[in-house]
């Protein structure tokens, strides 16, 4: 049986927030996020989301789901070599949903969630 917690971060992350606004061309993921991320905290064990160069897909215990980026804003994040990407994509009902994260390269590179700040994500290797 799935956690409250798990399935709150779960919720949290394919819908951080919806937006109306649509892109045709599918731009290229910058290579540092390129990967699959997992969590240290046993709240999410067994979620992972993978970046590839077109898509965002998330796993799970209940699933996996891959979605289409449809565009991606960067911009100087707030901690020292930090880059927040805004990471728009297309869910299954092609609703426009945004993750907005921060990539630091510290320890090989982390990302933290804007919705989650606290917990980090690291390159699975």
């Given amino acids: 049986m799935i956690s409250v917690r798990k ?3 779960l919720v949290a992350i394919i819908t951080c927030a919806m937006i109306c606004a649509a892109c045709s061309a599918r731009p290229s993921v910058p290579s540092e996020i390129i990967g699959t991320w997992k969590a240290g905290d046993e709240d999410s064990a067994g979620v992972s989301i993978e970046f590839t160069s077109k898509t965002i897909i998330i796993s799970s215990d209940l699933g ?3 979605n289409a980026i ?3 804003n960067s911009e100087k994040g707030r901690l020292p070599d ?3 990407y805004s990471v728009y ?3 299954r009902n ?3 949903n945004l993750m907005s994260i921060l ?3 510290e320890d090989g590179g982390t990302l933290r969630f804007k919705s989650e700040q606290d917990m980090v994500w690291k390159r699975e290797r």
């Fill in 82 to 84: 930090s880059t927040q």
């Fill in 64 to 66: 996996v789901i891959e």
């Fill in 94 to 96: 092609k609703a426009s």
């Fill in 7 to 9: 399935r709150q971060l």
């Fill in 89 to 91: 994509y297309a869910d």
């Fill in 70 to 72: 449809t565009k991606i």
């Fill in 103 to 105: 990539y630091s390269p």
